[in-house]
Structure formats: C-alpha cells, structure tokens
C-alpha cells in the first residue's frame, strides 16, 4: 500500500524503512477482501497529493458500518468509480 501511494520504501531483513516526504499518491491498493487494508488505504489518501483508489470497498460496511459517511463528515472525498 505504501509504494501504491508513491511511498519510497526499503526491507532489509525484518525491518521496513520508510524515507520521509509528502506521499504522491495515485496508486491502486488491492484489498483482497481485507476490510483494515480497504480502511487504511483510504484514510492514508487523505494525506497524498492525488487520489489513492481501491479495488473493492463493498466489504468495509460488514465491520465498520457507516464508515464512508463518517469519513465524509470529517472532510474526506470518496467516490465510486
């Protein structure tokens, strides 16, 4: 998710190291089914500079029910393709 987003990113044995900066976004996330990873891709596009998407957020309402609507009241932009 994080080199979706324009996120330099570097593994080195068991450690992840993430170089700073703004993240660019743009980049599509693949879910897999997995709710968390749908949620936290979207609300890691807030803070990129163009739009992060998913491929499927049918799955995200089964455990957090009213999660598009929260996000929007606090100011986030989501739209189906």
């Known amino acids: 998710m ?3 987003g324009g996120v330099h990113v570097d593994i080195d044995d068991d450690d992840l190291i993430i170089h700073g900066g ?9 879910t897999q089914m997995d709710h968390r990873l749908a949620m936290s ?13 998913i491929d499927d957020a049918r ?4 455990s957090f029910p009213g999660f598009v609507t929260l996000m929007r009241r606090l100011g986030a932009d989501f739209a189906a393709p």
């Open 2 to 4: 994080l080199r979706a």
């Open 59 to 62: 799955f995200i309402d089964t």
């Open 41 to 53: 891709a979207l609300v890691f596009g807030l803070a990129t500079d163009d739009k992060m998407r």
């Open 22 to 30: 703004r993240p660019a976004g743009g980049g599509l996330v693949m």
